[in-house]
Nanobody
């Protein structure tokens, strides 16, 4: 019933940009917190950004703030992650997650991820 499907990943050169999409079904994104997380090879999963549209709030991992922007299109029930000035260390599988309230690694629903590879 609840489904999150990420798209938009791929191979990009350092300095380039990508926009990831997370299409949600089975719930309305404006009723939930929606987060982006990533996991690089050999690393723990980490938070990237979160959006709570009901209170018009966004949150970012401090080291990424300024390069990454989270947004939503509630009419399309979709959340986006705009990634600019990409660096090789941004290479990771990026996951979309949803929760009725919280934005952390224990969120209720997760997508399968989309791979972003940034070449030197």
């Amino acid at each position: 019933e609840v489904q999150l499907v990420e798209s938009g990943g791929g191979l990009v050169q350092a300095g380039g940009s990508l926009r990831l999409s997370c299409a949600a079904s089975g719930f309305a994104v404006d009723d939930y917190s929606l987060g982006w997380f990533r996991q690089a090879p050999g690393k723990d999963r980490e938070g990237v950004a979160c959006i709570k549209t009901s209170i018009n709030r966004t949150f970012y991992e401090e080291s990424l703030k300024g390069r990454f922007t989270i947004s939503s299109d509630n009419a399309k029930n979709t959340v986006f992650l705009q990634m600019n000035s990409l660096k090789p260390e941004d290479t990771a599988v990026y996951y979309c997650a949803a929760d009725p309230r919280y934005c952390d690694l224990s969120m209720d629903f997760w997508g399968k991820g989309t791979l972003v590879t940034v070449s030197s």
